[in-house]
């Protein structure tokens, strides 16, 4: 089982969004890293919901439900609505927590899925 942050600007498909539908297809990635990570995704695999924009927090929990790698430009990722973080975790809080010195979410600001170590989901999740 891994651990990722997904990232998403709440204007426009929010976290609210998502536990709303209960479910939904993760697309619209097009940078070659992100969608590697996409490709990387297994079935329960853990995520962080995480609102960029003005937010730019971490807000909530999902699921990998599926995954369909066989078009490797656009990877068909399903995944389903967990509960949201009992208190949001700001950029800020993350780059001041040694636990992220070395995440690729504080070195490369732009990347939209960015893999996460266990203690780094445990930090953001509360769990």
């Known amino acids: 089982m891994a651990d990722y942050l997904l990232k998403t600007e709440p204007s426009t498909y929010s976290f609210a969004d998502l536990q709303k539908d ?3 297809l993760w697309d619209g990635v097009s940078n070659p890293v992100a969608l590697r990570n996409m490709r990387g995704m297994q079935p329960n695999d853990r995520l962080i919901i995480y ?3 003005d ?3 971490a807000v909530g929990t999902a699921t990998v439900v599926s995954v369909d790698a066989s078009d490797p430009q656009n990877p ?3 995944i389903k609505a967990g509960k949201p ?3 949001p975790v700001s950029l800020a809080e993350m780059k001041a927590n040694k636990l992220f010195a070395d995440s690729p979410l504080v070195r490369q600001g732009r990347l939209s899925v960015v893999p996460l170590t266990s203690a780094q989901y445990k930090a953001l999740a509360g769990s």
């Open 55 to 57: 937010d730019k927090s």
């Open 51 to 53: 609102h960029t924009g």
């Open 85 to 87: 973080l009992a208190k």
């Open 22 to 24: 209960g479910a939904t």
């Open 76 to 78: 068909e990722v399903k």
